[in-house]
């Protein structure tokens, strides 16, 4: 069973920067598309970005132009750079397979706070 485990997070004041690590135990990573969701209080789990197998990239609306998903296979690890973080991307955030596949069990995510 692959296991997921994020890390990175941290509280940060708007216009910050932080990037979130997730790591899956296994050696199957490379075989998936992988993505990162978050969530905020109250809300419900929202897709924020994904990134193929071979590298093709979408992102999110609401953080195109501010994040940056990568991956390293050999590491079996996903990324997520996040710049000119805002108050509204305060969520827990998860990495999974990409949207339309069977998910894999979830991680604890990681806590991810804007304020001044």
């Known amino acids: 069973q692959v296991q997921l485990v994020e890390s990175g997070g941290g509280l940060v004041q708007p216009g910050g920067s932080l990037t979130l690590s997730c790591v899956a135990s296994g050696s199957i990573f490379g075989f998936y598309a992988m993505g990162w969701y978050r969530q905020a209080p109250g809300k419900q789990r929202e897709w924020v970005a994904h990134?193929?197998?071979?590298?093709?990239?979408k992102y999110g609306d609401s953080v195109k132009g501010r994040f940056t998903i990568s991956r390293d296979n050999a590491k079996n690890t996903l990324y997520l750079q996040m710049n000119s973080l805002k108050p509204e991307d305060t969520a827990v955030y998860y990495c999974?397979?990409?949207?339309?596949?069977?998910?894999?069990?979830w991680g604890q995510g990681t806590q991810v706070t804007v304020s001044s």
């Open positions: 999974n397979r990409a949207m339309g596949n069977m998910m894999l069990p």
């Open positions: 990134i193929s197998r071979e590298g093709s990239i």
